[in-house]
């Protein structure tokens, strides 16, 4: 009897303790997940998260428009991932923000961070989103937004630099007063399926190591795309093994509107597809120029970048272009807008100008600079590039050596792709992490 009361006792415990169980699994919530919705929206209680323990956290805003007064501050942050409802559907503004440095979102010294499916828009001179040091870094379907060419706009929207693994994919990019999506000193980077319109330079990739650049349609910008390498920079000397490919460049003649005097991307006149310069081991290929009414592809040596530049201060600098293979690419153009007034407003603009001048006012598709510059005492000779496209292509090839000069000496050196004949060195793949992102 006693037997049968302990089991039924036992039983009777059994049922409590599993009841109790399945109560707790009912209530348990997930602490890694925190949603904000725009009604009920606070950015205090916000940045109180990121700085308590944002480590792993998921911070999911939902459809509307988000208020900030300061700067987005991430670092030493570990897998993090802040995303929206999408593109189109959530926006962080940036109007009323009196942030000192003007950016949207600022990251440092990070490891596995995904930003995706929100548009950052009008932030006050700053970019919209800079992360520097960062470890895996994933920027999925966002939008950086000024509603209207300005020099007072930031200078980048995307711009990470000095980091490691970075996909910048599926993004759109509008109004940057420098480069709408940048990436600088990173190694192994994939910048795709991106949209950019109405910059100064749609895309740069600065002194990167690995990189791949494809699929992403250019419109409307001062120039689409810029991949060079800049002298004085400390983390990556010289870039080298980028491969431009399956990409369109479109009408890409809009009037520089950054502050002269201010940089590079001012001194940049309309009209040019690709820009590149002072790089290494370039391939650019299979890629659609419509209405590029400078020129598709330009590529010159760091003295145009820099008229006053001395190859002695810096051994480790690749100033001249080395390795570069063009080929399998489409052209067309007429339709577009051949800006003169954009392009004499620019510092480089009348050496253009008096470049295709001395052609016979042909502008060509395809505009390089010789870069043997011991002709003019200067002991200096890059590699010529590597060229196999139609022979419809129209080329222009001169020497710049003493393009500072006032007038310039510019000497035509060659208007035959058959002077750029050879072996072509394509590009090396790399091994970057491809999976799809969390936003997906």
């Known amino acids: 009897m006693k037997i049968a009361r302990l089991l039924q006792l036992f039983f009777f415990l059994f049922i409590i303790i599993i009841s109790s169980c399945s109560d707790n699994d009912e209530e348990f919530v997930d602490t890694s997940l925190i949603s904000f919705e725009e009604a009920t929206f606070s950015e205090d209680e916000f940045i109180i998260y990121l700085t308590e323990d944002p480590n792993g956290k998921t911070f999911s805003f939902g459809a509307g428009t988000y208020n900030f007064t300061n700067t987005i501050p991430l670092a030493d942050i570990e897998n993090l991932t802040i995303k929206g409802a999408g593109i189109d559907e959530t926006y962080f503004d940036f109007s009323n923000s009196a942030s000192t440095s003007g950016e949207g979102i600022a990251a440092i010294d990070c490891s596995n961070l995904l930003f995706c499916g929100f548009t950052i828009q009008n932030t006050n001179g700053g970019n919209a989103i800079t992360a520097r040091n960062i470890t895996g870094l994933r920027i999925d379907g966002v939008g950086t937004v000024w509603p209207e060419s300005s020099p007072d706009n930031g200078a980048y929207g995307i711009y990470p630099v000095e980091s490691d693994d970075v996909i910048v994919e599926n993004c759109y990019a509008q109004a940057a007063v420098d480069a709408g999506i940048y990436s600088g000193q990173n190694q192994r980077v994939i910048l795709r399926n991106n949209r950019m319109t109405q910059n100064v330079f749609g895309m740069e990739a600065e002194n990167n190591i690995d990189v791949e650049i494809y699929d992403n349609e250019f419109y409307l910008n001062t120039t689409g795309l810029l991949v060079y390498d800049l002298a004085g920079v400390d983390k990556i000397k010289s870039g080298s093994n980028c491969k431009v490919y399956n990409n369109t460049f479109t009408d890409n003649n809009q009037s520089n509107f950054a502050e002269l005097g201010s940089g590079l991307a001012a001194d940049v006149p309309p009209g040019f597809g690709i820009l590149y310069s002072s790089t290494s081991a370039l ?158």
């Open 283 to 440: 391939e650019i290929t299979n890629n659609t120029f419509v209405d590029n009414e400078s020129g598709s592809i330009i590529g010159v040596a760091y003295f145009l970048v820099d008229f006053n530049f001395d190859p002695s201060t810096d051994s480790l600098f690749t100033f001249l272009n080395e390795d570069i293979y063009i080929h399998d690419n489409s052209y067309s153009s007429g339709g577009g807008t051949f800006n003169i007034a954009g392009i004499l407003d620019r510092p480089a603009g009348p050496l253009v100008w008096y470049t295709f001048a001395l052609n016979g006012n042909v502008r060509p598709d395809i505009f390089l600079d010789q870069q043997d510059y011991t002709a003019v005492g200067a002991p200096y000779a890059g590699t010529r590039a590597v060229i196999e496209e139609s022979s419809d292509v129209i080329l222009l090839e001169a020497n710049f050596a003493q393009a500072g000069e006032n007038p310039p000496i510019v000497i035509i050196t060659s208007i035959s792709l058959d002077d750029f004949t050879g072996t072509g060195t394509t590009h090396s793949d790399f091994d970057l992490v491809d999976v799809p992102s969390d936003c997906e």
